[in-house]
């Protein structure tokens, strides 16, 4: 059963940085913008998720922190731990809800920001951020965790990538030429949150992925993109989608996760 709760790159001139708009803004939060399109993206490779689930004791409360419509919070819902997801998107929450209802999973679903988490001190045994840092205020997240997190609790950060395929670096390429904005950079600020939080991350593990993608499918997973879907206008958008439609390689979606993972310190919290 889900439950509900509310909490209080570049960017165009005139608008603010993602990381700045609150979750109640939702004109604003661009993920309610690509929420109907963002379940065409292929799932999380089971071998991740189970090197995630590993990271908590069975009985352990999970934090799925930027949880999306449920990439991570489902899978280890089904994997019976105990799991809060918290979304500032509100239109990919209600997805993640539903989901949930249909498939039979208890979690709990909280509309909120990784920023001001409406979680009891010391309530986590093991906090996931997956594929969401780069839009994260890093100061105000770390102490968030390192404060929800129990004591010698585990911090788990899931970075994404294109995987190194001809296919893949074609669209890169693309991308890179048709969008203005450009995501941002996440190596410096899994170090930099690591530090901020207290976490003594373990050397890193790295998973791959591939995808065989029709082309509807396709065109769905490059709207999800956030620096590409709702950057565009429609014919910007259409001429970017030509040339996707049009390169030789198959269209094999291949991407390159890396977990980071380790214990919060035995410091006291950032002041």
């Not at 109907?36 to 490779?45: I, L, N, S």
């Not at 709990?108 to 594929?131: F, I, K, M, Q, R």
């Not at 996707?244 to 996760?257: C, G, H, S």
Request: aromatic content about 6%.
């Amino acid at each position: 059963m889900c439950t509900r709760s509310s909490a209080g790159s570049r960017t165009p001139v005139g608008s603010r940085s993602r990381r700045e708009v609150r979750p109640g803004d939702t004109t604003r939060w661009v993920f309610n913008r690509i929420a109907d399109v963002y379940g065409a993206r292929p799932a999380y490779p089971e071998a991740l998720l189970d090197a995630i689930a590993a990271l908590a004791p069975p009985d352990g409360r999970v934090g799925d922190i930027g949880a999306g419509t449920g990439n991570v919070a489902l899978p280890l819902a089904r994997r019976g731990f105990d799991v809060v997801a918290v979304e500032p998107a509100e239109a990919m929450l209600d997805q993640l809800r539903a989901t949930a209802a249909e498939r039979g999973l208890s979690l709990e679903a909280l509309h909120a920001a990784a920023e001001a988490l409406p979680l009891e001190t010391g309530s986590l045994h093991l906090a996931v951020v997956a594929d969401a840092l780069h839009f994260m205020k890093l100061d105000l997240v770390a102490r968030e965790l390192h404060r929800v997190l129990v004591h010698r609790g585990t911090l788990a950060v899931v970075t994404a990538e294109f995987g190194a395929t001809p296919y893949m670096q074609n669209v890169a390429r693309i991308i890179e030429e048709a969008s203005q904005r450009r995501p941002r950079r996440t190596a410096d600020a899994v170090a930099q949150l690591a530090a901020l939080a207290r976490v003594s991350f373990r050397p890193a593990r790295v998973f791959e992925d591939q995808t065989a993608l029709e082309a509807e499918t396709l065109e769905r997973v490059v709207r999800s993109l956030s620096f590409v879907g709702p950057a565009m206008n429609a014919e910007r958008f259409a001429a970017f989608r030509e040339r996707i439609l049009a390169l030789d390689e198959k269209p094999v979606w291949t991407r390159r996760f890396t977990l980071h993972s380790g214990r919060k310190a035995l410091r006291a919290r950032p002041g």
